[in-house]
């Protein structure tokens, strides 16, 4: 493998919008924090796309000899329905509506989540800390806040005061967002607004009596604003200043805005150096949204149980899918483009299973040209992932590998133009890059041991439908299961198998 010295990665910042290079606070380490779910419904298909993202960026470094600290917060209080600070807690909404306790519901979503994120095989963070988990930590930050004259306390809740921050720093500089725009846009304050400004938001906000989240504080009962959690979590855990902040595109503003703006209130400094952020998923060119009814959630897909899909396509394919174009471009699923990535999800695995079975036979009569070629081509996956953690050029480097695998596995004799030092290290990283840079690996196997449990209650149901003469049910059986991809065999004695396409 190549040192990391050798390979400088450079990444797009969203704070510049320009390409730099990579340097990290501490020599030889990353430091990551990405903003993750809240945890009050499923995980959809947009979320899946985040995380994988920055998956694959922490899978990069730590190949790359990097020691990578990655968290990824679970938001389990404080994020109201609208950005606003207004409307009811997330979390506390849901479990009025079902009558649960909130931490059931979080407990709920967050192994919901867990799940998800295994199917993907999207590694876990280094650390997962939680809002609720950190709540003295959050009051003490706004106690600093207000000391430094950039929060004021109103009735019991404490606002940070946005134009005082903005005399001396510059809010806006991550989004772009123009504080004077800000101030006019939208609705007004009325009289019975607790802010000074549209455009302050919440540290901290009073709980009514019958809202059930809630902590003591020095300025009463109440509970965090959404934004301070992160800037708590990220320094307590990398630091003041560190490495990388990431999350989905959409959290760019207000909520990661606000967090560099608490940060340098509190601590006087810029909290990151690089931020990254992934674009989102459009369906059929639209975007993806609950009320436009063209939102899927995971097991959905899946399945193929959504009037827009045509069948169901498993989480490898749609990981190889995500992967296909870079985390900065829209993404957009339609049946034809998930069908395409199955297909080239498996040539890419097909080569790998052959590879694994090939051994250099070692005395090789070595063909320089072809020597070269074998070493050139995996240096390129360096390039690739190195250049912004470009996953799609990446696969395409992959490819060519695969068809030089399938040239060897149909020709052995071409194992003897090159020396096995050199066969040696294209499979290592032919290997290495599917599984453990891009985390391919087969689809999995209890899966398969669910399908075969299935189609084997329904071939009892067709031997039940053959003994009642019923044929015309037996013969849809078979047929609707053919449709699948099962295809079922009778034997003589009335036994029946099945093989899966
Ligand atoms: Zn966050």
Redesign the pocket.
């Known amino acids: 493998m190549i040192k990391q010295e050798q390979i400088p990665v450079t990444i797009t910042n969203s704070l510049s919008g320009e390409k730099e290079l990579f340097k990290p606070v501490n020599e030889g380490h990353v430091g990551m924090y990405v903003?993750g779910p809240t945890v009050y419904s499923d995980v959809h298909l947009g979320n899946v796309r985040t995380f994988l993202t920055f998956d694959i960026i922490s899978r990069y470094f730590r190949f790359l000899g990097y020691k990578v600290r990655y968290v990824r917060?679970i938001?389990d209080v404080g994020h109201l329905e609208n950005d606003a600070d207004e409307g009811e807690d997330k979390i506390a909404k849901k479990a009025r509506l079902e009558q649960l306790e909130p931490m059931e519901i979080v407990k709920n979503y967050t192994e919901g989540f867990h799940e998800v994120m295994r199917q993907f095989n999207i590694l876990p963070p280094s650390i997962e800390p939680s809002a609720t988990g950190h709540i003295v930590e959050q009051i003490e930050i706004t106690k600093k806040l207000l000391a430094n004259g950039l929060a004021y306390e109103t009735n019991g809740s404490v606002y940070f005061d946005v134009l005082k921050y903005n005399e001396k720093h510059h809010y806006g500089i991550l989004s772009g967002r123009v504080i004077e725009e800000l101030m006019e846009s939208g609705r007004k304050l009325d009289s019975q607004d607790e802010k000074r400004n549209k455009v302050d938001f919440a540290l901290w906000k009073k709980a009514s009596p019958y809202h059930i989240m809630r902590w003591p504080s020095p300025w009463g009962d109440g509970f965090p604003g959404w934004?301070i959690?992160?800037t708590v979590m990220s320094t307590k855990y990398l630091g003041e200043t560190f490495d990388i902040h990431g999350?989905g595109m959409d959290?760019k503003f207000p909520?990661?805005e606000c967090?560099i703006a608490q940060a340098v209130g509190a601590n006087g400094k810029a909290p990151v150096h690089y931020w990254i952020h992934s674009n989102m998923l459009t369906v059929n060119g639209q975007k993806m949204s609950k009320s436009l009814g063209n939102s899927f959630l995971p097991r959905e897909l899946f399945a193929g149980n959504h009037p827009l899909l045509e069948r169901g396509f498993g989480p490898m394919a749609v990981r190889f899918f995500m992967l296909q174009s870079h985390y900065s471009s829209t993404l957009d699923f339609s049946n034809d483009a998930l069908s395409a990535a199955e297909k080239g999800y498996k040539k890419l695995i097909n080569a790998l299973i052959a590879i694994k079975k090939i051994d250099h036979p070692g005395n090789s009569v070595t063909d320089a040209e072809r020597n070269e070629e074998f070493k050139r081509i995996p240096a390129e996956l360096y390039q690739n992932m190195s250049d912004d953690f470009n996953t799609a050029k990446t696969l395409a480097v992959l490819f060519e590998m695969s068809a030089r695998i399938n040239d060897i596995k149909s020709n052995p004799a071409l194992l003897k133009q090159i020396d096995s030092e050199t066969f040696e290290f294209f499979k290592q990283h032919y290997i290495s890059f599917i599984e453990d840079v891009l985390g391919l690996r087969m689809e999995e196997e209890h899966n398969s041991d669910l399908v075969n449990g299935v189609i084997n209650v329904l071939i009892d149901l067709r031997k039940r439908a053959r003994q009642d003469k019923n044929f015309a049910l037996s013969d849809k059986i078979r047929d609707e299961l053919k449709t699948l991809g099962v295809q079922i065999m009778d034997g003589k004695n009335g036994e029946m198998n099945f093989t899966i396409e």
């Open positions: 903003c917060n938001t934004h959690e992160c999350g959290l909520h990661h967090e």
